[in-house]
């Protein structure tokens, strides 16, 4: 009798157990599958930035929405504490292809001012309708990623010159739609454009040494940069960081390497390094190194408060390392 207890005792205890554990695995389950869905669906995103662009619509500052990272902080260096600045594209997500949704666009539509980068990366621009809008590439010589259909190159952020004078067209945005903080504006842009100058010089003194001057970027991001350094960029996707890169231009883009002599493939921060990897494996000696289009910032660079500045001296120096310049 006392064993049949023992038994019984014994074998409610493990069916309780066992399904507290299934209870367990199958909320593990779940939770996992909803973290799947936040990191996979742009609604998981646009709640967050939602919320963010909600808090910059309550304050009583100048409410300045910029449309993603690096014009964010080209906005957030002028406008210092007079405005309430916010991003529209996470700054973890790449700008192309970008779609807002529909309670997005509403939330900046409630915003002062939407400042954008232009030149087509945002091809959504037109359903905004915000107050005020600063299109910070106005007036720039612009070139072409393909003449045939006229698609203009929008990366003039990775030329420190051109990023010059995106800023003077944020700031005198700025000053124009809140003359009262016309001073702030005007002092605030002027410290930032001086760290934009000594920049230039020295990615102009530390490309003087180097011996090659070709190198391949992931996406053909650094075309402006390019053109203003006197150097030749070779990309694996000619089309944008998510578009799909066939065999054939995987094989292209190693003889090119070969055919150059180069030995470090680039990749970026945003995106999955494989390609570059696949690439560089074809190579003898070669490495891959990050060369970031400054398109947005990973988490940790978020928490490190990395801004442009610093991210586009990491650029230059992996760019020596790969165009084997003198360091
Ligand atoms: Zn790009």
Known sequence: MKRKIILLSYLILSILFSSYY?????????????????????????????????????????????????????????????IESSLLIPATIEPHDFEPTINQIQTVDSADVLVYNGLGIENWIAKINTAHKIDASNGLNVSYVDKRNMTIDPHVWLDPLLAKKE???????????DTNN?????????????????????????????????FISFHNSFSYFAKQYGLNQHSISDTGPEAEITSTRLAEIINIAKSLDLHVIYSEELIDPRYASIVAQEIPDSKVLVLSPIEGLTKNEQDARTGYITKMYENLSNLMVGLECNQ
């Open 167 to 177: 800023v003077e067209n944020i700031r005198d945005g700025l000053i124009m739609i």
């Open 22 to 82: 299934q209870n367990m695995y199958a909320q593990n389950q779940e939770s996992n599958t909803t973290l799947e869905l936040d990191l996979n669906t742009t609604n998981a995103t646009s709640r967050n930035s939602t919320d963010d662009l909600q808090s910059v619509v309550n304050s009583d500052k100048l409410k300045v929405v910029s449309s993603f990272y690096p014009i964010d902080e080209f906005v957030r260096k002028i406008g210092g504490d007079s």
């Open 182 to 214: 016309r001073d702030t504006y005007f002092n605030n842009a002027k410290n930032f454009l001086n760290e934009l100058e000594n920049l230039d010089k020295t990615i102009r003194t530390g490309l003087e040494s180097c011996k090659k001057k070709d």
